[in-house]
């Protein structure tokens, strides 16, 4: 047939090619839950019905099972399994996160000493207390580094350390992925099981009253008051000591072990808090009521002794006499109930109502995630406790009762009971009205679990585990549930229930008082017919022939609450009847007198018309001995007699007694009854006419009346339909297929059979009540068909019934019937629906082994003559196999009679069959195998299995479906789910086909089936959708690979010969010689020939990423889904672990790559969303962004037409298509997709691969570096930590702020490329990462799912779980390096080298920013060393960017913890050094580099340890020292002074270290590194942006944005020495609008630093591009910090830039934020809250330099005093110890002299900015009054003798004005005060201050707009008001009262005098403004006021009115210099300053 090489038939060989039979036929024995089934009595003949019910009950379940579906390990490892051990295999990875975190935790405990600088002095002072590097002790070297070796040895050296130790299955360490999409799962239906609710284990420990004197017995059972009905059977017991049950001796012949149980099992399935358990207590029968009989229990105690103890012995051998003589018989003595509702909570019964409506069904179909949630608890339902929430949460609980109510004697019935109990929970006072008697009862109550040991079920069954030796059963009681449950029975179960309810002798004479009914089931009239199959009660038989009620004293019309059980006999006649016999009992002991007298007797017949009666009776009682034959008739209908019955009343209704029945056998429902008796009576010989319920039938009706009840079954209740479901099946299916002969004529039942499948299997799914599993699929039905259905057994004979006829059928019976319909129907259906009807064409190479798929293949298939019913017709000459000759037609075959009523059916019916296709689908599959089985056919080949005209119904049946799903699809949503349905269902069936039939057809099948949807739909989404889930079904498929033909692939590059294939038709057989290997990446036309589904797969795929239609993501999604599925199947699959196979099988996915490379604009860029904190990050890679304005390849791909046939066009022909937009996947789908193109790049041939990348064009390789990158990013390593930093999932607003800095930068495009580029990565810098802002807060983001599962993990769950990720990580990112070293590999050939280098390293330094394992950085410094020794020269020159931040990351990793790390680190760094130095002498950038990276690394890494890196330095230094070869060079010097350099850096970060917690000791600390700098331009810029890095992540982002201007006027002025261009600033001059302190960045001098020096201002933001950039983060900064203005000034720096570069797109952006800015002012102007400024001072020796230091320190608005005072005392306090610090609570000068040398002292003070008079004309708005701020005031109230205040005439006030160094604000917070002046105000000038203060503050108040009158009020109260101590009144009498006598205070008197002038002006006109605002209740308070301010007016005016005449005397002349020193001197120190007292 064909060649294959030796190794590719081995192969073969070892897969096991297509094994012949994947499906078996097991007959699986059923389990039960009893140790023997539950069978009817032994010996019993039963009739065929109750035959056929036990046969279902107790026959074996037909499992059909898939023999290789084991192969398929995915979902069992995936689930559970053997995860559990799988990583017991793996290492554990160090990754250095988990290190530190460790370690940190450590480190913080220590307590800290505060060391504290404040010189402001240069860089020396910051070395001196550095150490020698060479006291440390340096790390072991790595001793080949200064070997010299080849580049070819090196890269085979690190290429064989890489591949050692690998994991073979990447899946296996991938989390396994949600099974949302999971379609191709098809749950396992629940198996049918017996159904038990809720169980609760009762178990009864105590009964006992005050006195013990007679035998006492218990009867438990539970009731519902709501639905007033009682839910279970009784449970009878006693606790009766052996002498009390001595007294009954004479009336127990025996005692059976099953009736001494004391605990029962009660059963409950719908909880509900109205549930009670009620306990109910006999006695034996005495003389008296049962109030005298309760009495001595109400008033005696046993414990009382004396008189009691006599009365008490008396009471009991009067019981003993009772006992002996009325032992026999009962009477009512007391009663409790127990609520049962705190065992069934209500928050749990919320979920459990859900729950248990899911158990019964009503869980709707929606989203398949509650469904599968849905199937999951079915799947418990067994319903053992463990599984039902409500009951999981109660432990064993005891409860103990202490008082017993007392029956009476009227009130017996349950509807007294539901009564009583119902109006109690309504009010508890009613209870108190009942008699009670106090005793004992102590329960136990429990969950019963499944494992209970020693139960006996309700028939006295033992159930399993039933140990031989414990005497004390549990008892199983059954349930009575309050609503139907629907579970189909699976038991024999055959139980009778009478309850005798009332009896009414009222009207009778005769002496019938204490009435007993004795109830017996007769099998006969014969007094010895009654039958012993009534269970006993306790401690006596199991089973008794009769039972008497109890007794209530002297009661004419007693009630009863009895409960008889009887386990009814399997074979009922006519003559079982239940027999009731009244007596009267004698209660007193008479001579010879009998203790019962005969009262009369009722009967009730068991069967009417063969029927079981229940249900209630209202039955005549007869007086006398009954006549013969009676129980022939009902007591109702009796015949008249001769001699008459005597009947009471006349033979009226006296007794009321109620039957039920709870039984698996009798239907007690009427058509079902019918519908198995005409069964029947076609079954087996029977004698016409037939009796069914009241109506006689005949021979010749029989065909009638059975189809007419077909029909009808549908009309029965769901309860009965559904609890006989399995028979009622197995009945119809046998009559579609067994032919009848009725009275000479043949009947067919097929149709009507099948129509009621149909209807039976539509009105299960619509009841809301059942259950469906996650496809939607009904669970009842998909359990029947799983476990039950087996094809029917055709009885060989042809059934003929009666005698007239023998006839044998006509031969051809089978086709013409419903042949020709089918025929019509089906060209019908191929006219209007089907038209795609081409032959296959997929015609392509024929190469298969397996002559089917050869089929599909070749290409003569297409010259076939064209048969109207069938797609796929066989070839003529196999008609002649035995199969399609035609058949005798007593052999229908099952699967061809149902697929044919499938093909004919019509209307509602129709409908129906397709929209639960599943079923019939699954019932074909199940019965071919079944066929296939019987016929022995499996070595018929499989062409010839199934006829061809059988083949041509599947044909059909599949095109309807697809037209159905088709017309479905355009119908609103419900409807469209239903197509989604069908469609999945399909798939499955043509996924069993595939190993049932002719695999050729069913190809054909699959793939006629995608076209025809492709022609009928046109929504892309909906399509795509669909297909997706179809294909993910087939594929997964066991034989998947074996169908795909993978073993074609060539998994060589082509240069070897490949296997040459030949077929009978070359013509059509292309080999793989002539295939460019760059098709092998690309989804061709001949791949999807040769590789059928995977080819649909992808092109699915590809049409999913290509298209932009709305909803498109969720495809995308399951897309990607999908084929992460397939690949992880074949991973974990036990058949492709040899590595030869794996290769074999990457190659079949192969296109995969070219796929996922097109689609690379639409990946999840991780680096945007993740940012770590403290962790530098560089951007996302330059060339993403080019990717995405360059092509996608699948553009052109149409999608609309017959996309299976469509060409891809590969390779990058389609260059010109224009950018186009395409959604992003998200992060979960993108990572989906990068784990599999790593499983492709690790499982494929390397040689392949590396041949392929030689071949591509440049632009592809940076794609695939892009790809490597983001793969990187979404494999980053998260931690176990995260399951704790979930809480923190706000990650910090600072870093959100940050995120929309950079757009700025991020957004420019086209020519603005270059400068994008230079931004996009600062220097080791997570440069505030934040792209896609709308990616930030995606719930999905995976890490945070996992996380959030992850809460309620154990330990050792969350640490396996670090293990398997952290092993994940690991090997993505060694997959990625091999990818990298491949690349390297093929291109170094290449001349476009240096691009791709620059793309190798921005791997490289993206993998070493992210959170790596050890063993990954080993392996990346191997590859970062071989890439310097052979590129060195490339990477100094070209990479320059690339070479700076790969010195931070080495850097970074000098600083590791983890030796090995080190090691690694310091040799790369070494060699990195050593390699710039010899290579072009580029030493001077490469140090520039290292020392940038450490300043950049120490100022924000809070995780930084500098003992290591200083151990790293001592490391390098011992390289430099030893290195021979660099001796006489300069290098071993130069290497030394950069090393002394880094460590004196080093020093600053142990200072700043100290200071972490103190963020002003930090600032400034930092102020001073970056100040030290200030020759060094690049490393001032990298500390002010560290500091502005550390303001924003305390929200400071005011002097953030300060750190960053005067970054750009650092800029600036070097600009300036290069360029000299108008448009840019001239230095930083410039910014002086911006802020007064930025002239510090004025260069020192031009001689000190030439920028054009090698190394010098290299940083990417000296340029014009970086200057832009870092105003424009500062003004998103300002306008963060609400300071507008400011923006303003920035971008007038920034526009004339942008314009010069004419960049219009930024300068739109830019004016629309001005815009806002502007907008902000004008809304927000006044509301905006500036800083808020507090003096603090620091006093005492223990400050060190701090010591009697002032600061004004800026603090965020509205900080009140407290604030910061418990800031600073509680920091200082942890530093110095509580106790020693002290805070100075008020303002006056401290005096040093006082305080107590050993504490230290702060002073806080709140103060205000100030400004002079003429600086308040220019300060006009709100921002000028809180900016540019210098100049700060505070008052301090004093009087003479020392105390602050006293009264008016003594108050004076301080007011001190300090002075800072910089203006406010800054780039720190807080600022030295260099200069203070005080002034002194004396009392006169305090009062003119407060006076003017009021005048103001009532002018506002008067014309404030809109006029508020509250405010109003209070003003003028405070004003005018009933004169307030210190008031105004008050002030004027202390100074105006008299005129002073010192000259020098006459201008302050006048002064104040014209103050309270204009005050008394000013209350006036408030006075007269509230009078126009008030109401009319305010007219009192206004005359009141107006009263106040006359009375005010009058007392002031005196006052006013006197003027000082020396003052208004004419003036001759005025020197002007004495008057301007006069107008001051109050002011300043003048002579008058009062002395100070302490």
């Given at each position: 047939m064909m060649q294959l090489n030796n190794l590719d038939s081995e192969l073969l060989q070892e897969l096991g090619d297509f094994p012949e039979d994947d499906l078996e036929v097991a007959f699986t024995p059923k389990e039960h839950r009893t140790l023997q089934p539950s069978l009817p009595e032994e010996g019993a003949e039963l009739d065929p019905h109750v035959r056929d019910c036990v046969q279902t009950y107790v026959r074996d379940w037909l499992i059909v099972n898939r023999k290789n579906q084991g192969n398929n390990e995915v979902y069992t490892f995936t689930k559970r399994g053997s995860r559990r051990d799988f990583h017991k295999t793996l290492q554990k990875q160090t990754f250095e996160s988990e290190v530190l975190d460790y370690s940190n935790s450590n480190y913080q405990a220590c307590p800290r000493h505060l060391k504290v600088l404040c010189d402001e002095s240069n860089r020396a002072t910051l070395t001196s207390g550095d150490f020698d590097l060479r006291s440390l002790q340096p790390d072991p070297h790595l001793p080949s580094l200064l070997q010299p070796v080849s580049a070819e040895n090196l890269k085979r050296q690190n290429e064989e350390?890489?591949?050692?130790?690998?994991?073979?299955?990447?899946?296996?360490?991938?989390?396994?992925?949600?099974?949302?999409?999971?379609?191709?799962?098809?749950?396992?239906?629940?198996?049918?099981?017996?159904?038990?609710?809720?169980?609760?284990?009762?178990?009864?420990?105590?009964?006992?009253?005050?006195?013990?004197?007679?035998?006492?017995?218990?009867?438990?059972?539970?009731?519902?008051?709501?639905?007033?009905?009682?839910?279970?059977?009784?449970?009878?017991?006693d606790l009766n000591s052996e002498q009390f049950k001595g007294f009954l001796r004479s009336h127990t012949p025996c005692v059976d072990s099953s009736s001494l149980a004391r605990s029962a099992v009660f059963s409950v399935t719908y909880p509900s808090p109205d549930i009670y358990l009620v306990i109910k207590i006999?006695?034996?029968?005495?003389?008296?009521?049962?109030?005298?009989?309760?009495?001595?229990?109400?008033?005696?105690?046993?414990?009382?002794?004396?008189?009691?103890?006599?009365?008490?012995?008396?009471?009991?051998?009067?019981?003993?006499?009772?006992?002996?003589?009325?032992?026999?018989?009962?009477?009512?003595?007391?009663?409790?109930?127990?609520?049962?509702?705190?065992?069934?909570?209500?928050?749990?019964?919320?979920?459990?109502?859900?729950?248990?409506?899911?158990?019964?069904?009503?869980?709707?179909?929606?989203?398949?995630?509650?469904?599968?949630?849905?199937?999951?608890?079915?799947?418990?339902?067994?319903?053992?406790?463990?599984?039902?929430?409500?009951?999981?949460?109660?432990?064993?609980?005891?409860?103990?009762?202490?008082?017993?109510?007392?029956?009476?004697?009227?009130?017996?019935?349950?509807?007294?009971?539901?009564?009583?109990?119902?109006?109690?929970?309504?009010?508890?006072?009613?209870?108190?009205?009942?008699?009670?008697?106090?005793?004992?009862?102590?329960?136990?109550?429990?969950?019963?679990?499944?494992?209970?040991?020693?139960?006996?079920?309700?028939?006295?069954?033992?159930?399993?585990?039933?140990?031989?030796?414990?005497?004390?059963?549990?008892?199983?009681?059954?349930?009575?549930?309050?609503?139907?449950?629907?579970?189909?029975?699976?038991?024999?179960?055959?139980?009778?229930?009478?309850?005798?309810?009332?009896?009414?002798?009222?009207?009778?004479?005769?002496?019938?008082?204490?009435?007993?009914?004795?109830?017996?089931?007769?099998?006969?009239?014969?007094?010895?017919?009654?039958?012993?199959?009534?269970?006993?009660?306790?401690?006596?038989?199991?089973?008794?022939?009769?039972?008497?009620?109890?007794?209530?004293?002297?009661?004419?019309?007693?009630?009863?609450?009895?409960?008889?059980?009887?386990?009814?006999?399997?074979?009922?006649?006519?003559?079982?009847?239940?027999?009731?016999?009244?007596?009267?009992?004698?209660?007193?002991?008479?001579?010879?007198?009998?203790?019962?007298?005969?009262?009369?007797?009722?009967?009730?017949?068991?069967?009417?018309?063969?029927?079981?009666?229940?249900?209630?009776?209202?039955?005549?009682?007869?007086?006398?001995?009954?006549?013969?034959?009676?129980?022939?008739?009902?007591?109702?209908?009796?015949?008249?007699?001769?001699?008459?019955?005597?009947?009471?009343?006349?033979?009226?209704?006296?007794?009321?007694?109620?039957?039920?029945?709870?039984?698996?056998?009798?239907?007690?429902?009427?058509?079902?009854?019918?519908?198995?008796?005409?069964?029947?009576?076609?079954?087996?010989?029977?004698?016409?006419?037939?009796?069914?319920?009241?109506?006689?039938?005949?021979?010749?009706?029989?065909?009638?009346?059975?189809?007419?009840?077909?029909?009808?079954?549908?009309?029965?209740?769901?309860?009965?339909?559904?609890?006989?479901?399995?028979?009622?099946?197995?009945?119809?299916?046998q009559l579609a297929v067994q032919p009848m002969v009725i009275a000479g004529q043949t009947a067919n039942f097929s149709q009507f059979a099948f129509e009621s499948v149909v209807a039976t299997v539509n009105s299960l799914h619509n009841s809301k009540d059942l259950s469906k599993d996650q496809h939607g699929r009904n669970c009842l039905l998909a359990s029947y068909v799983y476990y039950v259905f087996r094809l029917p057994e055709i009885q060989r004979e042809v059934v003929k019934l009666g005698t007239s006829g023998g006839v044998n059928l006509p031969e051809s019976r089978y086709y013409t019937y419903g042949r020709t319909t089918a025929v019509s129907v089906g060209s019908r259906l191929l006219q209007s629906r089907a038209t795609s009807c081409s032959n296959p064409d997929i015609a392509g190479t024929q190469t298969a082994t397996d002559e089917e798929?050869?089929?599909?293949?070749?290409?003569?298939?297409?010259?076939?003559?064209?048969?109207?019913?069938?797609?796929?017709?066989?070839?003529s000459s196999d008609m002649s196999s035995p199969c399609t000759s035609p058949r005798p037609s007593s052999k229908k075959h099952f699967h061809e009679e149902l697929a044919l009523q499938m093909v004919v059916s019509a209307g509602m019916v129709r409908e129906s069959v397709f929209k639960y296709s599943w079923f019939f689908f699954e019932l074909l599959?199940?019965?071919?195998?079944?066929?296939?089985?019987?016929?022995?056919?499996?070595?018929?080949?499989?062409?010839?299995?199934?006829?061809?005209?059988?083949?041509?119904?599947?044909?059909?049946?599949?095109?309807?479906?697809?037209?159905?799903?088709?017309?479905?699809?355009?119908?609103?949503?419900?409807?469209?789910?239903?197509?989604?349905?069908?469609?999945?269902?399909?798939?499955?069936?043509?996924?069993?086909?595939?190993?049932?039939?002719?695999?050729?057809?069913?190809?054909?099948?699959?793939?006629?089936?995608?076209?025809?949807?492709?022609?009928?739909?046109?929504?892309?989404?909906?399509?795509?959708?669909?297909?997706?889930?179809?294909?993910?079904?087939?594929?997964?498929?066991?034989?998947?690979?074996?169908?795909?033909?993978?073993?074609?692939?060539?998994?060589?590059a082509p240069t070897s010969p490949s296997p040459s294939l030949s077929s009978q038709n070359s013509s059509s057989c292309s080999s793989f010689q002539d295939?460019?290997?760059?098709?092998?990446?690309?989804?061709?036309?001949?791949?999807?020939?040769?590789?059928?589904?995977?080819?649909?797969?992808?092109?699915?795929?590809?049409?999913?990423?290509?298209?932009?239609?709305?909803?498109?993501?969720?495809?995308?999604?399951?897309?990607?889904?999908?084929?992460?599925?397939?690949?992880?199947?074949?991973?974990?699959?036990?058949?492709?672990?040899?590595?030869?196979?794996?290769?074999?099988?990457?190659?079949?996915?192969?296109?995969?790559?070219?796929?996922?490379?097109?689609?690379?604009?639409?990946?999840?860029?991780?680096?945007?969303?993740?940012?770590?904190?403290?962790?530098?990050?560089?951007?996302?890679?330059?060339?993403?962004?080019?990717?995405?304005?360059?092509?996608?390849?699948?553009?052109?791909?149409?999608?609309?037409?017959?996309?299976?046939?469509?060409l891809r066009s590969s390779g990058s022909s389609v260059s010109a298509v224009p950018y186009k937009y395409y959604n992003t996947l998200s992060p979960e789908t993108t990572r989906h997709l990068l784990i599999c193109f790593l499983w492709i790049m690790k499982n494929a041939d390397q040689k392949l691969i590396q041949k392929w990348i030689s071949d591509l064009p440049s632009m592809q390789l940076n794609k695939i570096l892009d790809l490597l990158f983001i793969c990187v990013s979404a494999f980053e390593y998260k931690g176990k930590q995260s399951s704790d930093k979930v809480s923190t999932q706000v990650l910090q607003k600072s870093r959100d702020v940050k995120a929309r800095l950079e757009e700025a930068l991020l957004r420019g495009e086209g020519a603005r490329g270059e400068m994008m580029k230079r931004c996009r990565m600062p220097v080791g810098n997570e440069r505030f990462p934040g792209l896609n802002e709308n990616l930030r807060w995606k719930k999905e983001q995976t890490h945070w799912r996992q996380a959030n599962e992850r809460l309620d993990k154990t330990k050792a769950e969350i640490d396996q779980e670090a293990l398997v990720s952290g092993n994940l990580a690991t090997e993505a990112n060694l997959i990625v390096l091999d990818m990298q070293e491949n690349i390297i590999q093929a291109t170094s050939a290449m001349d476009c080298r240096d691009n791709i280098l620059g793309g190798v390293l921005k791997v490289l330094v993206n993998s070493l920013t992210c959170d790596q394992s050890t063993t990954y950085l080993m392996h990346c410094f191997a590859t970062l060393r071989a890439l310097i020794v052979k590129f060195g020269d490339l990477l100094f020159e070209e990479e320059v960017e690339q070479c700076a931040d790969l010195c931070q990351r080495v850097l970074q990793h000098c600083s590791s913890s983890i030796d090995a790390t080190r090691i690694q680190s310091c040799a790369t760094l070494y060699l990195l050094m050593r390699y710039s130095f010899s290579s072009t002498s580029n030493f001077a950038r490469v140090k520039m580099q290292v020392t940038m990276s450490l300043a950049s690394l120490v100022g924000k890494a809070s995780d930084f340890n500098e003992e290591y890196l200083r151990k790293s330095l001592r490391t390098i230094l011992a390289y430099a020292e030893?290195?021979?070869?660099?001796?006489?060079?300069?290098?071993?010097?130069?290497?030394?002074?950069?090393?002394?350099?880094?460590?004196?850096?080093?020093?600053?970060?142990?200072?700043?270290?100290?200071?972490?917690?103190?963020?002003?000791?930090?600032?400034?600390?930092?102020?001073?590194?970056?100040?030290?700098?200030?020759?060094?331009?690049?490393?001032?810029?990298?500390?002010?942006?560290?500091?502005?890095?550390?303001?924003?992540?305390?929200?400071?982002?005011?002097?953030?944005?300060?750190?960053?201007?005067?970054?750009?006027?650092?800029?600036?002025?070097?600009?300036?020495?290069?360029?000299?261009?108008?448009?840019?600033?001239?230095?930083?001059?410039?910014?002086?609008?911006?802020?007064?302190?930025?002239?510090?960045?004025?260069?020192?001098?031009?001689?000190?630093?030439?920028?054009?020096?090698?190394?010098?201002?290299?940083?990417?933001?000296?340029?014009?591009?970086?200057?832009?950039?870092?105003?424009?983060?500062?003004?998103?900064?300002?306008?963060?910090?609400?300071?507008?203005?400011?923006?303003?000034?920035?971008?007038?720096?920034?526009?004339?830039?942008?314009?010069?570069?004419?960049?219009?797109?930024?300068?739109s952006s830019t004016h629309s934020k001005l815009q806002k800015a502007f907008e902000n002012i004008i809304n927000k102007g006044q509301k905006r809250m500036f800083g808020t400024y507090f003096r603090v001072g620091f006093y005492g020796a223990i400050f060190g330099d701090l010591d009697e230091q002032e600061f004004v320190y800026k603090e965020p608005a509205i900080t009140k005093l407290p604030e910061i005072s418990h800031r600073l005392e509680g920091f200082y306090g942890q530093c110095f110890g509580e106790d020693r610090v002290t805070v100075i609570k008020d303002s006056t000068p401290v005096d040093k002299s006082k305080l107590d040398p050993s504490k230290a002292y702060i002073q806080i003070t709140f103060v205000e900015p100030y400004f002079d008079d003429y600086e308040m004309k220019d300060r006009v708005t709100h921002f000028e009054k809180n900016f540019n701020l210098r100049r700060f005031m505070y008052t301090t109230p004093f009087t003479r003798d020392g105390r602050p205040r006293g009264e008016l005439s003594e108050q004076y006030k301080r007011k001190t004005i300090l002075t800072t160094m910089h203006a406010f604000p800054y780039i720190k917070t807080r600022i030295n005060v260099i200069q203070k002046e005080e002034f002194v105000l004396m009392p006169i000038e305090v009062a003119i201050e407060d006076m003017q203060k009021k005048t103001l503050e009532l002018a506002v108040a008067t014309n404030q707009v809109p006029p508020d009158a509250k405010m109003l009020q209070m003003v003028l109260q405070g004003s005018v008001g009933a004169t307030v101590n210190q008031g105004p009144l008050e002030v004027a009498q202390v100074f105006l009262a008299e005129i002073p006598e010192d000259s020098k205070l006459?201008?302050?008197?006048?002064?104040?005098?014209?103050?309270?002038?204009?005050?008394?002006?000013?209350?006036?006109?408030?006075?007269?403004?509230?009078?126009?605002?008030?109401?009319?209740?305010?007219?009192?308070?206004?005359?009141?006021?107006?009263?106040?301010?006359?009375?005010?007016?009058?007392?002031?005016?005196?006052?006013?009115?006197?003027?000082?005449?020396?003052?208004?005397?004419?003036?001759?002349?005025?020197?002007?210099?004495?008057?301007?020193?006069?107008?001051?001197?109050?002011?300043?120190?003048?002579?008058n300053l009062p002395p100070q007292s302490a």
């Open positions: 350390a890489r591949q050692s130790n690998r994991p073979t299955e990447l899946f296996a360490l991938y989390p396994s992925i949600d099974e949302e999409d999971a379609v191709e799962i098809r749950p396992v239906p629940e198996c049918p099981k017996e159904y038990l609710g809720n169980r609760l284990l009762v178990k009864i420990q105590t009964l006992k009253f005050e006195i013990e004197i007679e035998p006492l017995f218990a009867s438990l059972a539970l009731y519902d008051i709501k639905e007033r009905k009682k839910i279970s059977e009784n449970f009878h017991c006999e006695k034996v029968l005495q003389q008296g009521e049962i109030g005298e009989c309760a009495e001595p229990y109400m008033v005696l105690k046993e414990s009382d002794g004396g008189k009691t103890k006599e009365k008490v012995e008396k009471l009991k051998s009067q019981a003993e006499s009772f006992c002996h003589r009325l032992g026999a018989y009962r009477m009512p003595f007391a009663w409790v109930p127990i609520s049962l509702g705190s065992f069934f909570s209500i928050s749990t019964l919320e979920r459990d109502i859900a729950e248990l409506e899911v158990l019964n069904g009503k869980g709707s179909t929606g989203d398949r995630k509650t469904m599968t949630m849905q199937t999951r608890r079915l799947s418990e339902r067994s319903l053992g406790i463990e599984d039902v929430s409500s009951m999981t949460n109660f432990k064993p609980t005891t409860l103990t009762v202490n008082t017993f109510f007392k029956q009476e004697g009227d009130k017996l019935s349950d509807e007294d009971l539901f009564k009583f109990l119902a109006d109690s929970k309504r009010s508890s006072s009613l209870q108190r009205r009942v008699k009670s008697i106090p005793g004992l009862l102590k329960l136990e109550i429990s969950p019963a679990s499944e494992a209970l040991t020693c139960c006996l079920s309700p028939e006295l069954l033992p159930v399993k585990p039933f140990p031989e030796n414990r005497s004390r059963p549990h008892k199983e009681i059954l349930e009575f549930p309050v609503r139907e449950v629907y579970d189909p029975h699976t038991v024999y179960r055959n139980l009778l229930y009478v309850y005798p309810q009332r009896l009414n002798f009222a009207n009778r004479l005769a002496s019938g008082r204490n009435i007993t009914i004795k109830i017996q089931f007769m099998c006969g009239e014969d007094p010895s017919c009654a039958m012993p199959i009534i269970f006993g009660k306790s401690s006596g038989p199991e089973f008794v022939k009769e039972v008497c009620t109890s007794v209530t004293y002297h009661n004419k019309s007693p009630d009863f609450y009895e409960e008889v059980k009887i386990k009814l006999p399997a074979k009922l006649t006519e003559r079982h009847h239940l027999l009731f016999t009244f007596c009267h009992i004698s209660c007193q002991h008479k001579q010879g007198g009998c203790v019962e007298t005969l009262l009369g007797y009722s009967w009730l017949p068991i069967l009417l018309n063969d029927r079981l009666q229940t249900g209630h009776y209202c039955l005549p009682v007869a007086l006398d001995k009954l006549p013969a034959n009676y129980s022939m008739h009902s007591a109702e209908k009796v015949p008249p007699q001769s001699p008459p019955i005597k009947w009471v009343e006349g033979h009226k209704g006296v007794f009321n007694v109620e039957v039920q029945a709870i039984s698996s056998v009798h239907t007690q429902d009427n058509h079902l009854e019918k519908f198995f008796t005409l069964c029947h009576a076609l079954e087996s010989q029977v004698a016409f006419p037939i009796r069914v319920l009241n109506e006689k039938i005949t021979e010749a009706t029989l065909e009638h009346e059975l189809k007419l009840s077909i029909i009808c079954l549908n009309s029965s209740r769901l309860e009965p339909l559904v609890l006989f479901l399995h028979l009622v099946l197995d009945k119809l299916f798929v050869h089929n599909i293949m070749s290409s003569r298939i297409v010259d076939r003559s064209y048969n109207r019913m069938s797609y796929y017709s066989e070839p599959v199940k019965s071919m195998a079944q066929y296939v089985d019987n016929m022995e056919k499996r070595d018929t080949p499989r062409r010839s299995r199934f006829s061809s005209r059988f083949k041509d119904d599947i044909t059909t049946i599949v095109n309807v479906v697809a037209s159905e799903v088709a017309a479905l699809l355009v119908k609103p949503q419900k409807e469209s789910e239903q197509a989604e349905k069908m469609n999945i269902s399909l798939a499955f069936f043509l996924y069993d086909l595939l190993s049932l039939m002719d695999r050729g057809f069913v190809f054909n099948l699959i793939k006629h089936y995608c076209n025809q949807l492709s022609n009928k739909l046109n929504t892309v989404p909906t399509l795509i959708s669909m297909r997706l889930e179809f294909l993910r079904i087939l594929c997964s498929h066991e034989h998947y690979l074996n169908l795909n033909l993978f073993f074609l692939t060539s998994s060589s295939q460019k290997l760059a098709n092998m990446f690309d989804l061709t036309a001949d791949y999807r020939q040769q590789h059928f589904l995977t080819g649909l797969l992808f092109t699915e795929l590809t049409a999913a990423l290509d298209t932009e239609a709305e909803g498109i993501s969720r495809v995308q999604r399951k897309a990607v889904s999908a084929i992460h599925s397939l690949l992880s199947s074949h991973d974990l699959d036990k058949s492709c672990l040899k590595p030869e196979v794996k290769v074999k099988v990457a190659a079949l996915y192969l296109p995969l790559v070219g796929i996922i490379l097109d689609a690379l604009p639409q990946l999840h860029d991780f680096t945007v969303s993740d940012g770590r904190n403290g962790k530098g990050r560089s951007g996302s890679p330059d060339e993403e962004q080019e990717a995405a304005s360059q092509i996608n390849q699948n553009i052109a791909l149409a999608i609309a037409g017959n996309q299976f046939n469509l030893e290195d021979t070869d660099m001796q006489p060079t300069l290098f071993p010097a130069q290497v030394e002074e950069l090393l002394c350099n880094l460590n004196s850096i080093l020093s600053d970060t142990v200072k700043m270290r100290e200071f972490q917690e103190d963020p002003e000791m930090l600032m400034d600390l930092m102020y001073r590194i970056a100040k030290g700098y200030q020759t060094s331009p690049d490393l001032r810029l990298t500390w002010l942006q560290n500091m502005a890095e550390k303001h924003a992540k305390r929200k400071c982002y005011t002097e953030a944005a300060m750190c960053l201007v005067h970054a750009a006027a650092l800029v600036a002025e070097y600009l300036s020495m290069l360029e000299d261009h108008n448009y840019l600033p001239v230095g930083s001059v410039s910014f002086q609008n911006i802020s007064s302190n930025v002239l510090e960045e004025s260069a020192v001098s031009d001689d000190v630093l030439s920028p054009d020096e090698d190394g010098v201002c290299s940083g990417r933001y000296f340029s014009e591009n970086g200057l832009v950039g870092l105003l424009e983060q500062a003004a998103e900064l300002f306008s963060t910090g609400g300071l507008s203005e400011t923006v303003n000034e920035v971008y007038k720096i920034v526009i004339p830039i942008l314009e010069a570069h004419r960049d219009f797109r930024k300068l006459y201008r302050h008197h006048n002064k104040l005098r014209l103050c309270f002038k204009e005050f008394i002006m000013r209350c006036g006109e408030a006075v007269e403004k509230n009078k126009r605002l008030i109401t009319v209740d305010q007219r009192e308070y206004q005359q009141e006021l107006k009263k106040n301010y006359n009375k005010l007016k009058e007392n002031l005016r005196p006052m006013i009115e006197r003027k000082i005449p020396e003052l208004y005397k004419p003036i001759v002349k005025i020197d002007s210099i004495s008057r301007d020193s006069f107008r001051n001197s109050s002011f300043r120190k003048t002579e």
